[in-house]
T-cell receptor
Framework: DSGVTQTPKHLITATGQRVTLRCSPRSGDLSVYWYQQSLDQGLQFLIQYYNGEERAKGNILERFSAQQFPDLHSELNLSSLELGDSALYFC??????????????FGPGTRLTVL | AQKITQTQPGMFVQEKEAVTLDCTYDTSDPSYGLFWYKQPSSGEMIFLIYQGSYDQQNATEGRYSLNFQKARKSANLVISASQLGDSAMYFCAMRSYTGANSKLTFGKGITLSVRP
């Protein structure tokens, strides 16, 4: 158990819908990262937050957005869902964002299926 | 841009034997870190080992060691005394110290199957 929690574990929805994925980082970790894992794209970085502020964006679609709240939990919002958005979405956390080592500890993931 | 390459097809190893999983990387950053993660069939990503680009010695963590060859830009994972529970997908990843972006760039992964 990494200490990072994600809910829900599984999510099945229809095209065009909107969903929210939730992540609670490890106690003491200020930085949260979101990754998407799909069969064709592999593991891709989406977005990073540090202590409530957005730090970096990766291959995140405009239909997707995220935020980190004062209690440091984070939510990833996916809207106008398409079949291709079906994937495993991971949240990861680390203590700092600017240290070279900064292992990222991953949550169990949310498996999103868009029908 | 950073790139991680893992090209081995599915790997098989006999229980209790050692296995090497290959990883090559490309970056123009002088300072970077290399990571290996394990993803069992249950799906979670488990951190295994870290190697810094300026570390003088190869990293070791229990049965895991990292064969780091900086000039060749390779960071191979060695698993000694394989166990059935080592059957999983293994990902090599890197992070460069840009100060503004600490994302991990992952390779496509290697599937390891341990035979009894």
């Amino acid at each position: 158990d990494s200490g990072v929690t994600q809910t829900p574990k599984h999510l099945i929805t229809a095209t065009g819908q909107r969903v929210t994925l939730r992540c609670s980082p490890r106690s003491g970790d200020l930085s949260v990262y979101w990754y998407q894992q799909s069969l064709d794209q592999g593991l891709q970085f989406l977005i990073q937050y540090y202590n409530g502020e957005e730090r970096a964006k990766g291959n995140i679609l405009e239909r997707f957005s995220a935020q980190q709240f004062p209690d440091l939990h984070s939510e990833l919002n996916l809207s106008s869902l398409e079949l291709g958005d079906s994937a495993l979405y991971f949240c990861a956390s680390s203590v700092v964002w600017d240290a070279l080592r900064g292992e990222q500890f991953f949550g169990p993931g949310t498996r999103l299926t868009v029908l | 841009a950073q790139k991680i390459t893992q090209t081995q097809p599915g790997m098989f190893v006999q229980e209790k034997e050692a296995v090497t999983l290959d990883c090559t990387y490309d970056t123009s950053d002088p300072s970077y870190g290399l990571f290996w993660y394990k993803q069992p069939s249950s799906g979670e990503m488990i951190f295994l080992i870290y190697q810094g680009s300026y570390d003088q010695q190869n990293a070791t963590e229990g049965r895991y060691s990292l064969n780091f060859q900086k000039a060749r830009k390779s960071a191979n994972l060695v698993i000694s005394a394989s166990q059935l529970g080592d059957s999983a997908m293994y990902f090599c990843a890197m992070r460069s110290y840009t100060g503004a972006n600490s994302k991990l760039t992952f390779g496509k992964g290697i599937t390891l199957s341990v035979r009894p």
